[in-house]
């Protein structure tokens, strides 16, 4: 797959060197990037178009990329909100002019309206099960005493005072070391290009 036309206006201040490093970044996580797309759209021609959108939509935002991030997670956060922009040109309430057209339509035909369902998309999953990860490996960064309190508050729902007496300390300096590691956590998580 080729790097899509992309619109003269979008060309103007580029220069070759920089479309040639774009192509390559997309290049190396081209097979990455193309699982995302088919577990969104769960159809192989879906997914290519979805693909081509995000990477029209990365070469003209090119310039926000900040050097140094994980290209991958910036790309696919671009291709997650095209993903959600074409869900919602596509949402059938948003086509009807009215209510009523989608009950009553002018060729009779009775159409169903889509029941809201609050379990979470294969998309949401994916994106969480990534956030999940992403936490976790950054995790592994905090130094262990951070680390330690970070997992037992939030993640094994132990009380202060439980955490205290697990790394026999008091209770204010564990409200200190959860209140620091989860900021230093936070730091790393940012550093790592997962979210801005």
Known sequence: MNLPVLEETTLVTR??????RFQG???DHRRRA??????LTRNASDAEDLMQDTFVKAWKGFDSYMPGRPF???LLRIMQRAYLDSRRRDNPIRRAESLNS?????????QELPIADHALTPDQELLQDEFRREIHASLQELPEVYRGAIVMCDLEGLSYSEIADAQKTTIGTVRSRIHRGRRLLREIVQKRGFIS
């Open 15 to 20: 220069t070759d060197e920089e479309l040639r």
């Open 25 to 27: 970044m997309i290049g």
């Open 34 to 39: 193309y699982t995302m797309a088919f577990q």
């Open 72 to 74: 991958l997670n910036w």
């Open 102 to 110: 989608m009950i009553s339509p002018s060729d009779g035909e009775v």
